[in-house]
Antibody, heavy 120, light 107 residues
Framework: QVQLQESGPGLVKPSETLSLTCTVSGGSISTFYWSWIRQPPGEGLEWIGHFSYTGGTNYNPSLKSRVTISVDTSKNQFSLKMTSVTAADTAVYYC??????????????WGQGTLVTVSS | DIQMTQSPSSLYASVGDRVTITCRASQNIYIYLNWYQQKPGKAPNLLMYAATTLEPGAPSRFSGSESGTNFTLTITSLQPEDFATYYCQQTYGPSWTFGQGTKVEIK
């Protein structure tokens, strides 16, 4: 069974860079697309972007200038970096795996989420 | 960007009720529409994909339909474990978006 686990600092200062890692077990990270999604406290879900080791990256246009998703196959991990954070970036951040069937894609496997607070 | 308008934002229902949640896309997204259930403090859980395909293991009381740019999630007989927030998600094109969510609460 595929399992994902987010890790990283729970507190980031304004204007600094948020860095999170998602460790994948139960499957190789070399296949599939890997996604990040966030959810501000009490609010809805926002798709951040996804990345594939074999090529292909897509980001939410509203975050694209500040976000980078990358993959480390040696550790079976993928990461999220978001620069110049503000309080509006305070959220629970989820990692997930993109699966596809019959030409349509969805997020079947999710991490438990990690809360990142942006505050001085 | 493709916008997803989900309604209602919340609803009150009783066990046994039939519940319908609607999602409207700002353009044609064909069947590139998924539904997730989220309980407090937990990650979302995939319920339905490709608009009408039930995720394996999901209860058969959940069903999905589509008509043009309108999509519906129906729960035929609401159970206590169904009280949660439901999100639609479009996956047509390179940038994905979620609806605002519908919170199903106990009447």
């Amino acid at each position: 069974q595929v399992q994902l686990q987010e890790s990283g600092p729970g507190l980031v200062k304004p204007s600094e860079t948020l860095s999170l890692t998602c460790t994948v077990s139960g499957g190789s990270i070399s296949t599939f697309y890997w996604s990040w999604i966030r959810q501000p406290p009490g609010e809805g879900l926002e798709w951040i972007g996804h990345f594939s080791y074999t090529g292909g990256t897509n980001y939410n246009p509203s975050l694209k200038s500040r976000v980078t998703i990358s993959v480390d196959t040696s550790k079976n991990q993928f990461s999220l970096k978001m620069t110049s954070v503000t309080a509006a970036d305070t959220a629970v951040y989820y990692c997930a795996r993109r699966d596809c069937s019959g030409g349509t894609c969805y997020l079947r496997f999710w991490g438990q989420g990690t809360l990142v607070t942006v505050s001085s | 960007d493709i916008q997803m308008t989900q309604s209602p934002s919340s609803l009150y229902a009783s066990v046994g009720d039939r519940v319908t949640i609607t999602c409207r896309a700002s353009q044609n997204i064909y069947i590139y529409l998924n539904w997730y259930q989220q309980k407090p403090g937990k990650a979302p859980n995939l319920l339905m994909y490709a608009a009408t395909t039930l995720e394996p293991g999901a209860p058969s009381r959940f069903s999905g339909s589509e008509s043009g740019t309108n999509f519906t999630l129906t729960i035929t007989s609401l159970q206590p474990e169904d009280f949660a927030t439901y999100y639609c998600q479009q996956t047509y094109g390179p940038s994905w978006t979620f609806g605002q969510g519908t919170k199903v609460e106990i009447k």
